[in-house]
């Protein structure tokens, strides 16, 4: 037998890992294999603002989930509602003001504002269609449950006359209807706001005028009715009933307009634009945020949703007033603003709803009796919540408040509750003669009125309040307690990856290290000193804050390749709530550089995952492994690889309170 070896211009090599497959006769059936994408070609990456759409329609997948109680179905709907609203006031209007300003700069991906645009409303709309589809789904589930939303056909003579009394009472006095002749412009339509479109007739003379009736975000849009009278049909006495805001103002519009008659009405919800920018350079720098913030009110109007049913030349008219760009109409067949369906979730049927989950407290305090300075000075504790309670951390404040031998209480405030417990521990603490500081961050999006008001009530307590970094956002959680214990000092910190918020805490998984370590304690020392431009960032053999200038998962992933190189395993494990961008991809995916896979959790990503493009990008991003997993409880941030270390730390692990994306990292 001869063997002949093959030309070497027979055939092109096949890439590592492939193999030749036997002839097939379906084979001419398959779809042709995808062209290749250069390692440096923008197809590598997915759109930025398109992939967080995909990703919010998984939370409206889960609404789908026959395996979740209805209500909680019910709510993933409302989530997905209100987080496309929020993207379009944001990420949206940043695009619609580039592409004004005429700023043509591709995206990572290669599209143009222009086209990011297109593309954005084309996916909204179908995703807003699945929106419905789910809610019209759920809603005839829930009345099956006996949950139910009645349309004004459904009410009985006893409901209409509830119904009007309670509108009387408490709608009739916060409603304000607004005439718009020559003599009385159109007026100010607030963000996220119902407005009921109106041409009225008069019945003197037939005249005709337009009207506007802002609904009261005051008053709850859906109402619930009161229970049926017992000795109706079985079950009756147990059903949940509601009516929406929008059909009682319908069925009471006589009393608003006495003396017309409704010819032509429609509802219309307008978003504006939220994303507006703060002047860094100001002397007094909260007074410049609260004129930001009053500008961000009046932004322009970047999405007008209007029913189906409302007349075209009334949708006209009111995208003129506006000034709302044509594309950015939005006609619904449905209810607008899914958002509200949250009302409708209530508490008094819990077998509708997911079962309570009681977080523990974690047992090495208890075993101390509730000291956490005794607890922490014998061993470093880290909790996982919301599976650990975050009570822990409240008393954690509250028992440095409350100790005679603490001196000092520098806190971070990024994100808090209305009443929090931790500004209360705060106040407590300045009472009682103690040295409290407190950074909170004017940054913290759609909650700067909040921390605004915040400050100022601290303040007043004796607070000393700072605002940190004007160019940068302090995104960091940190609590240090200086305590006199003996002839000596001793520092106690607290560092988190969410916010000290207890309510969302409640959902959100994240972690928090309670440490007595006097290098990590200094560099949370440091990291308020730094803010009040008391100490240089220069390094005084602190960890922690020379490895903060470069961020771990996007700026030295180089030496994640070190202890492969030695013979030990190798890859990072990267939890994030974003993943990173473009240039921060390329440093964690280079093809054929050992050590530099990572696998992560995300919301949004931005590089195409292997089975969707050819050779050799697949080489690209078949080190990156990702999994998306919107559920119950979202949003730990994460970061691990082995470096070049020795056993016993078989890696380092780094704790953050912000996700990946390269805008984050940059400020």
Same mark, same amino acid.
């Given at each position: 037998?001869?063997?002949?070896?093959?030309?070497?211009?027979?055939?092109?090599?096949?890439?590592?890992?492939?193999?030749?497959?036997?002839?097939?006769?379906?084979?001419?059936?398959?779809?042709?294999?995808?062209? @290749?994408?250069?390692?440096?070609?923008?197809?590598?990456?997915?759109?930025?603002?398109?992939?967080?759409?995909?990703?919010?329609?998984?939370?409206?997948?889960?609404?789908?989930?026959?395996?979740?109680?209805?209500?909680?179905?019910?709510?993933?709907?409302?989530?997905?509602?209100?987080?496309?609203?929020?993207?379009?006031?944001?990420? $949206?209007?940043?695009?619609?003001?580039?592409?004004?300003?005429?700023?043509?700069?591709?995206?990572?991906?290669?599209?143009?504002?222009?086209?990011?645009?297109?593309?954005?409303?084309?996916?909204?709309?179908?995703?807003?269609?699945?929106?419905?589809?789910?809610?019209?789904?759920?809603?005839?589930?829930?009345?099956?449950?006996? $949950?139910?939303?009645?349309?004004?056909?459904?009410?009985?003579?006893?409901?209409?006359?509830?119904?009007?009394?309670?509108?009387?009472?408490?709608?009739?006095?916060?409603?304000?209807?607004? @005439?718009?002749?020559?003599?009385?412009?159109?007026?100010?339509?607030?963000?996220?706001?119902?407005?009921?479109?109106?041409?009225?007739?008069? !019945?003197?003379?037939?005249?005709?005028?337009?009207?506007?009736?802002?609904?009261?975000?005051?008053?709850?849009?859906?109402?619930?009715?009161?229970?049926?009278?017992?000795?109706?049909?079985?079950?009756?006495?147990?059903?949940?009933?509601? $009516?929406?805001?929008?059909?009682?103002?319908?069925?009471?519009?006589?009393?608003?307009?006495?003396?017309?008659?409704?010819? !032509?009405?429609?509802?219309?919800?307008?978003?504006?634009?939220?994303?507006?920018?703060?002047?860094?350079?100001?002397?007094?720098?909260?007074?410049?945020?609260?004129?930001?913030?009053?500008?961000?009110?009046?932004?322009?109007?970047?999405?007008?949703?209007?029913?189906?049913?409302?007349?075209?030349?009334?949708?006209?008219?009111?995208?003129?007033?506006?000034?709302?760009?044509?594309?950015?109409?939005?006609?619904?067949?449905?209810?607008?603003?899914?958002?509200?369906?949250?009302?409708?979730?209530?508490?008094?049927?819990?077998?509708?709803?997911?079962?309570?989950?009681?977080?523990?407290?974690?047992?090495?305090?208890?075993?101390?009796?509730?000291?956490?300075?005794?607890?922490?000075?014998?061993?470093?504790?880290?909790?996982?919540?919301?599976?650990?309670?975050?009570?822990?951390?409240?008393?954690?404040? #509250?028992?440095?408040?409350?100790?005679?031998?603490?001196?000092?209480?520098?806190?971070?405030?990024?994100?808090?509750?209305?009443?929090?417990?931790?500004?209360?521990?705060?106040?407590?603490?300045?009472?009682?003669?103690?040295?409290?500081? @407190?950074? $909170?961050?004017?940054?913290?999006?759609?909650? !700067?009125?909040?921390?605004?008001?915040?400050?100022?009530?601290?303040?007043?307590?004796?607070?000393?309040?700072?605002?940190?970094?004007?160019?940068?956002?302090?995104?960091?959680?940190?609590?240090?307690?200086?305590?006199?214990?003996?002839?000596?000092?001793?520092?106690?910190?607290?560092?988190?990856?969410?916010?000290?918020?207890?309510?969302?805490?409640?959902?959100?998984?994240?972690?928090?290290?309670?440490?007595?370590?006097?290098?990590?304690?200094?560099?949370?020392?440091?990291?308020?000193?730094?803010?009040?431009?008391?100490?240089?960032?220069?390094?005084?053999?602190?960890?922690?804050?020379?490895?903060?200038?470069?961020?771990?998962?996007?700026?030295?992933?180089?030496?994640?390749?070190?202890?492969? #190189?030695?013979?030990?395993?190798?890859?990072?494990?990267?939890?994030?709530?974003?993943?990173?961008?473009?240039?921060?991809?390329?440093?964690?995916?280079?093809?054929?550089?050992?050590?530099?896979?990572?696998?992560?959790?995300?919301?949004?990503?931005?590089?195409?995952?292997?089975?969707?493009?050819?050779?050799?990008?697949?080489?690209?991003?078949?080190?990156?492994?990702?999994?998306?997993?919107?559920?119950?409880?979202?949003?730990?941030?994460?970061?691990?690889?082995?470096?070049?270390?020795?056993?016993?730390?078989?890696?380092?692990?780094?704790?953050?309170?912000?996700?990946?994306? !390269?805008?984050?990292?940059?400020?």
């Amino acid at each position: 037998m001869t063997i002949r070896r093959p030309s070497k211009t027979a055939a092109p090599p096949r890439p590592r890992g492939c193999c030749r497959l036997p002839a097939c006769p379906l084979a001419e059936a398959l779809p042709p294999a995808l062209p @290749a994408i250069a390692p440096d070609s923008p197809d590598r990456f997915i759109n930025r603002e398109l992939s967080w759409l995909d990703f919010n329609s998984r939370v409206l997948e889960e609404a789908a989930n026959p395996r979740h109680p209805l209500l909680e179905r019910l709510r993933f709907v409302a989530i997905s509602s209100s987080n496309l609203d929020e993207f379009y006031s944001v990420r $949206v209007a940043g695009l619609i003001g580039q592409e004004r300003a005429g700023i043509a700069s591709p995206s990572p991906d290669g599209r143009t504002p222009s086209q990011q645009m297109a593309a954005i409303h084309e996916r909204a709309r179908s995703l807003i269609a699945d929106q419905h589809r789910e809610w019209h789904t759920l809603r005839r589930l829930l009345r099956e449950a006996g $949950v139910c939303l009645l349309d004004a056909v459904g009410l009985s003579e006893a409901d209409r006359t509830w119904l009007q009394d309670w509108f009387m009472e408490r709608v009739f006095p916060v409603l304000t209807p607004l @005439a718009v002749d020559p003599a009385h412009p159109f007026p100010f339509i607030a963000n996220l706001a119902l407005c009921m479109a109106l041409k009225l007739v008069r !019945e003197e003379d037939g005249g005709t005028m337009r009207a506007l009736l802002p609904l009261p975000p005051q008053v709850d849009r859906f109402i619930r009715l009161p229970s049926p009278a017992p000795g109706g049909a079985a079950g009756a006495d147990r059903s949940i009933r509601f $009516v929406l805001l929008e059909d009682l103002i319908v069925l009471c519009l006589g009393r608003l307009f006495p003396g017309f008659i409704p010819a !032509e009405r429609g509802l219309f919800r307008l978003i504006r634009d939220t994303d507006v920018g703060f002047e860094e350079e100001a002397e007094d720098l909260v007074r410049s945020y609260e004129t930001a913030l009053k500008r961000r009110r009046r932004g322009r109007a970047i999405r007008l949703s209007v029913t189906a049913d409302t007349p075209a030349d009334m949708v006209g008219f009111v995208a003129e007033e506006l000034a709302a760009d044509r594309t950015g109409v939005f006609v619904v067949d449905g209810l607008l603003g899914l958002s509200d369906l949250k009302q409708l979730i209530v508490e008094d049927r819990p077998d509708l709803l997911f079962t309570p989950y009681t977080p523990r407290f974690p047992e090495r305090i208890l075993d101390y009796g509730g000291d956490c300075f005794a607890a922490i000075r014998a061993k470093d504790i880290v909790v996982h919540h919301p599976y650990r309670s975050f009570d822990v951390v409240v008393q954690f404040l #509250r028992q440095a408040a409350r100790d005679p031998n603490v001196v000092a209480i520098k806190q971070t405030l990024y994100r808090t509750s209305r009443d929090s417990p931790i500004a209360r521990a705060l106040i407590e603490a300045a009472d009682s003669g103690k040295s409290v500081t @407190a950074m $909170v961050e004017l940054k913290a999006r759609f909650d !700067e009125e909040r921390n605004i008001a915040l400050s100022r009530e601290l303040e007043a307590a004796g607070v000393q309040v700072v605002f940190g970094f004007v160019e940068l956002k302090t995104h960091a959680k940190v609590s240090l307690v200086v305590r006199r214990e003996g002839q000596a000092m001793r520092s106690y910190a607290h560092f988190g990856t969410g916010n000290y918020h207890p309510i969302t805490a409640r959902i959100y998984t994240d972690l928090s290290f309670f440490t007595a370590d006097p290098g990590l304690t200094r560099d949370a020392a440091r990291l308020f000193q730094l803010h009040d431009r008391l100490c240089p960032a220069g390094d005084d053999g602190g960890p922690g804050l020379r490895a903060a200038d470069h961020p771990p998962g996007a700026a030295r992933p180089d030496r994640a390749g070190d202890p492969l #190189r030695a013979g030990r395993p190798s890859g990072r494990h990267l939890a994030e709530d974003e993943q990173p961008g473009g240039r921060a991809i390329d440093r964690c995916a280079l093809p054929r550089q050992p050590g530099r896979g990572a696998r992560g959790l995300r919301g949004a990503r931005h590089l195409l995952p292997p089975p969707r493009h050819a050779w050799p990008v697949r080489e690209h991003s078949r080190e990156v492994h990702c999994r998306a997993l919107p559920g119950t409880f979202a949003d730990l941030r994460l970061r691990q690889w082995p470096p070049a270390a020795q056993p016993p730390r078989p890696g380092l692990h780094f704790l953050g309170g912000l996700d990946g994306a !390269e805008h984050g990292l940059a400020r």
